[in-house]
């Protein structure tokens, strides 16, 4: 049986013995942004629904100098929360052409990468096969900088849509 946001608003006013919808504390809006916090907040990691696992594809080249890519400029929203540890990048074998798959070690520290890195070197940056990235906020950090196009690929989960109408269904 499905059930809808009204349904979820009801038990939690029953739950919190807050029957009237009219009592400030717990009016529609107030219950529902409550159950919209803990669906983006809380339930993303402690349930993992296998439909919200999906890749994060981008491609990184030789036109950027700093190896510093934003979410807008690789194409990425905000709906991916919980990224892997590692990515894998492609590397095109100049033989045959074909492509092969690289781990690419993922960092969420900026304090550590940029120990290894260094940090204020854009100067001395030399292109290369990237072997690092950093995912801080919203930008990826990648070095050493790419000497040619790459295709990046970044496996995680994604974040619920929030809940706007009592007539939703719930996912489950």
Same mark, same amino acid.
């Given at each position: 049986?499905?059930?809808?946001?009204?349904?979820?608003?009801?038990?939690?006013?029953?739950?919190? @013995?807050?029957?009237?919808? #009219? /009592?400030?504390?717990?009016? &529609? %809006?107030?219950?529902?942004?409550?159950?919209?916090? $803990?669906? =983006?907040?809380?339930?993303?990691?402690?349930?993992?629904?296998?439909?919200?696992?999906?890749?994060?594809?981008?491609?990184?080249?030789?036109?950027?100098?700093? @190896?510093?890519?934003?979410? #807008? /400029?690789?194409?990425?929203? &905000? %709906?991916?929360?919980?990224?892997?540890?590692?990515? $894998?990048? =492609?590397?095109?074998?100049?033989?045959?052409?074909?492509?092969?798959?690289?781990?690419?070690?993922?960092?969420?520290?900026?304090?550590?990468?940029?120990?290894?890195?260094?940090?204020?070197?854009?100067?001395?940056?030399?292109?290369?096969?990237?072997?690092?990235?950093?995912?801080?906020?919203?930008?990826?950090?990648?070095?050493?900088?790419?000497?040619?196009?790459?295709?990046?690929?970044?496996?995680?989960?994604?974040?619920?849509?929030?809940?706007?109408?009592?007539?939703?269904?719930?996912?489950?």
């Amino acid at each position: 049986m499905a059930r809808t946001v009204d349904d979820v608003l009801r038990i939690m006013r029953l739950a919190l @013995g807050r029957r009237n919808e #009219n /009592d400030p504390d717990s009016s &529609d %809006d107030i219950f529902l942004r409550y159950l919209n916090d $803990f669906v =983006s907040l809380s339930m993303s990691d402690d349930v993992k629904l296998f439909e919200q696992f999906g890749t994060l594809s981008f491609t990184i080249d030789e036109s950027n100098t700093t @190896g510093v890519y934003t979410f #807008n /400029d690789v194409g990425a929203t &905000d %709906d991916f929360v919980n990224l892997s540890q590692e990515a $894998f990048i =492609s590397l095109l074998d100049p033989i045959d052409n074909s492509v092969s798959w690289n781990v690419l070690p993922i960092y969420q520290d900026p304090g550590e990468f940029f120990s290894i890195w260094g940090i204020n070197n854009d100067e001395i940056l030399i292109p290369g096969y990237p072997t690092a990235m950093l995912y801080y906020g919203r930008e990826f950090t990648f070095r050493t900088i790419p000497q040619t196009s790459y295709l990046i690929k970044i496996y995680g989960y994604k974040k619920l849509p929030d809940y706007e109408d009592q007539n939703d269904e719930i996912q489950t």
